[in-house]
């Protein structure tokens, strides 16, 4: 008849069978089907090639290429992203380094001193004296040193790839963090060019303020003399004066927000924004916007995104820690082994002399665990999902920004192109009714209309060239501009 320990053998050996035939892989295919191209394609088939790595220098402005490549090598927030990633690149050293054995060398010294009282008895003492020819002292002295050393190793053996999925996630994580400084990179150089632009943009803005100023105020004086030879009435000297107040009062703020779009930049670049200066610049940022590049595919996302590369191998850590917790299952080994020599010395007792040396073999097999590991199983199974389901969002919302910042900059450009025929009109208009005025055929009130309307559309010229740019910016950001693409992180692939 089958003993108990037999029983008990058995089924540790069934469930070893059963447990090892549980897959450890999952599937980190996307669910999203990639169109063959974007909506508004159209518009990058009228553009150029760019090197969407260092996209910037499609501006052409000197000043702006200096200005990036400064912050993308002094800015504090790469020099954090980097420090991350050293960090996260050390814990997978770590994950990794525990797949091997483990060695150490031991020692250790020590001293005593003491008297133990001889309660041998009187029979014992009299064998001593009948043999060793010598009464026992009433008490024995314990004086002495001791010392050892050796050699202690353990290792255990990663059979069904426990510890490997551990190093793979830890590894899967390290890139992960990676791929998140280099995103840094592109939120930097974007914001370098936001602000360098809206800086350009305001200090257009205040130069067509000052010319407005200039000409009222001409415009003023022309008033004034008249008045004073009673050609005109007080009304009209009193609303171009009005006029003129009032352009004053909107040039004041302009000042102030270009200095701040100025200090942004230095914080960007790492400086004192106290002693940082925006140089002037032979080039026109605004009227010189690059077209939008030809040739990008929506496939191109997944090896472009930072964001989405992080996904995916987000999808394959989680991947590995499932693997790792379905590992639990399985039965673990252990081999550990130490070597000693050593020596112990009393005054009144014989020296002792050795070595030792010890192996031992184990193996863990978990038989009852009410359910912790099955537990731990669905929570990672749970958390897999979750990642697979945001890695399918982070490429819906990269395509949906590609369209969307082309489809903006699209209708930017026709609005350019109508105001920049409005402008032509407007200036027509300006001028013949300073002509009309002159002999007598229109109010002033007319001229000083005209030339704020001018005003007003030049504005929005400058605005509209302004949003042209920052939708340029955020189209090559949305494309993953910014940062060398150097391997793709995975497998991780939409249909």
Same mark, same amino acid.
């Given at each position: 008849?089958?003993?108990?320990? $037999?029983?008990?053998?058995?089924?540790?050996?069934?469930?070893?069978?059963? @447990?090892?035939?549980?897959?450890? @892989?999952?599937?980190?295919?996307?669910?999203?089907?990639?169109?063959?191209?974007?909506?508004?394609?159209?518009?990058?088939?009228?553009?150029?090639?760019?090197?969407?790595?260092?996209?910037?220098?499609?501006?052409?402005? *000197?000043?702006?290429?200096?200005?990036?490549?400064?912050?993308?090598?002094?800015?504090?927030?790469?020099?954090?992203?980097?420090?991350?990633?050293?960090?996260?690149?050390?814990?997978?050293?770590?994950?990794?380094?525990?797949?091997?054995?483990?060695?150490?060398?031991?020692?250790?010294?020590?001293?005593?001193?003491?008297?133990?009282?001889?309660?041998?008895?009187?029979?014992?003492?009299?064998?001593?004296?009948?043999?060793?020819?010598?009464?026992?002292?009433?008490?024995?002295?314990?004086?002495?040193?001791?010392?050892?050393?050796?050699?202690?190793?353990?290792? &255990?053996?990663?059979?069904?790839?426990?510890?490997?999925?551990?190093?793979?996630?830890?590894?899967?994580?390290?890139?992960?963090?990676?791929?998140?400084?280099?995103?840094?990179?592109?939120?930097?150089?974007?914001?370098?060019?936001?602000? +360098?632009?809206?800086?350009?943009?305001?200090?257009?803005?205040?130069?067509?303020?000052?010319? @407005?100023?200039?000409?009222?105020?001409?415009?003023?004086? #022309?008033?004034?003399?008249?008045?004073?030879?009673?050609? $005109? *009435?007080?009304?009209?000297?009193?609303?171009?004066?009005?006029?003129? $107040?009032?352009?004053?009062?909107?040039?004041?703020?302009?000042?102030?927000?270009?200095?701040?779009?100025?200090?942004?930049?230095?914080?960007?670049?790492?400086?004192?924004?106290?002693?940082?200066?925006?140089? &002037?610049?032979?080039?026109?940022?605004?009227?010189?916007?690059?077209?939008?590049?030809?040739?990008?595919?929506?496939?191109?996302?997944?090896?472009?995104?930072?964001?989405?590369?992080?996904?995916?191998?987000?999808? +394959?850590?989680?991947?590995?820690?499932?693997?790792?917790?379905?590992?639990?299952?399985?039965?673990?080994? #252990?081999?550990?082994?130490?070597?000693?020599?050593?020596?112990?010395?009393?005054?009144?007792?014989?020296?002792?002399?050795?070595?030792?040396?010890?192996?031992?073999?184990?193996?863990?097999?978990?038989?009852?665990?009410?359910?912790?590991?099955?537990?731990?199983?669905?929570?990672?199974?749970?958390?897999?999902?979750?990642?697979?389901?945001? +890695?399918?969002?982070?490429?819906?919302?990269?395509?949906?920004?590609?369209?969307?910042?082309?489809?903006?900059?699209?209708?930017?450009?026709?609005?350019?192109?109508?105001?920049?025929?409005?402008?032509?009109?407007?200036? &027509?208009?300006?001028?013949?009714?300073?002509?009309? #005025?002159?002999?007598? &055929?229109?109010?002033?009130?007319?001229?000083?209309?005209?030339?704020?309307?001018?005003?007003?559309?030049?504005?929005?010229?400058?605005?509209?060239?302004?949003?042209?740019?920052?939708? *340029?910016?955020?189209? +090559?950001?949305?494309?993953?501009?910014?940062?060398?693409?150097?391997?793709?992180?995975?497998?991780?692939?939409?249909?």
């Amino acid at each position: 008849m089958m003993n108990f320990k $037999t029983c008990i053998w058995l089924l540790a050996g069934v469930w070893l069978l059963l @447990t090892a035939c549980q897959p450890t @892989t999952v599937n980190t295919t996307s669910q999203i089907e990639l169109p063959a191209q974007y909506t508004f394609a159209g518009l990058a088939d009228n553009g150029v090639e760019v090197d969407i790595a260092h996209w910037w220098r499609s501006w052409g402005d *000197t000043c702006l290429n200096q200005l990036i490549e400064k912050a993308l090598h002094n800015n504090i927030d790469i020099k954090v992203a980097q420090a991350r990633v050293l960090e996260a690149r050390s814990f997978a050293d770590l994950a990794r380094a525990d797949l091997g054995p483990m060695v150490g060398v031991n020692a250790h010294f020590g001293g005593q001193a003491g008297e133990v009282d001889n309660n041998l008895g009187a029979e014992v003492n009299s064998l001593s004296t009948s043999v060793l020819g010598q009464d026992l002292s009433d008490s024995f002295s314990v004086n002495g040193i001791h010392y050892a050393y050796g050699i202690a190793a353990s290792w &255990e053996p990663d059979i069904f790839g426990k510890k490997q999925s551990d190093a793979d996630a830890a590894r899967y994580a390290a890139l992960g963090v990676e791929e998140i400084a280099w995103g840094t990179r592109i939120v930097v150089a974007a914001n370098v060019a936001d602000h +360098y632009v809206q800086a350009r943009s305001i200090a257009r803005q205040m130069q067509l303020m000052d010319d @407005t100023i200039k000409t009222v105020t001409e415009m003023q004086h #022309y008033v004034a003399g008249r008045f004073g030879a009673g050609q $005109t *009435t007080r009304f009209e000297l009193a609303d171009v004066e009005t006029r003129l $107040t009032a352009l004053y009062a909107q040039r004041a703020p302009l000042q102030a927000l270009h200095d701040l779009h100025v200090r942004q930049i230095a914080v960007l670049l790492g400086e004192p924004p106290q002693t940082f200066t925006l140089q &002037e610049s032979k080039s026109d940022v605004l009227a010189q916007l690059p077209p939008a590049p030809r040739g990008v595919v929506p496939s191109d996302l997944l090896l472009r995104r930072p964001d989405i590369r992080a996904r995916a191998l987000a999808l +394959y850590a989680f991947s590995a820690r499932l693997a790792s917790s379905r590992a639990d299952l399985l039965p673990r080994f #252990y081999i550990s082994f130490l070597a000693e020599d050593g020596h112990i010395g009393l005054s009144d007792l014989p020296n002792v002399d050795g070595w030792m040396g010890l192996l031992d073999v184990g193996v863990h097999l978990p038989i009852f665990t009410s359910g912790r590991i099955q537990a731990n199983i669905r929570a990672s199974e749970a958390r897999l999902d979750e990642a697979a389901r945001q +890695y399918d969002k982070s490429i819906l919302k990269a395509l949906s920004e590609v369209d969307s910042t082309c489809q903006m900059r699209s209708a930017l450009n026709a609005r350019s192109t109508f105001l920049d025929k409005t402008i032509s009109k407007s200036e &027509e208009r300006t001028h013949a009714a300073k002509m009309l #005025y002159t002999h007598g &055929e229109k109010a002033f009130q007319d001229v000083l209309d005209a030339e704020l309307a001018t005003l007003q559309y030049r504005n929005r010229w400058v605005e509209t060239r302004l949003n042209m740019a920052q939708a *340029t910016i955020r189209l +090559y950001q949305a494309l993953g501009g910014g940062w060398p693409v150097h391997d793709q992180p995975g497998q991780c692939q939409g249909k």
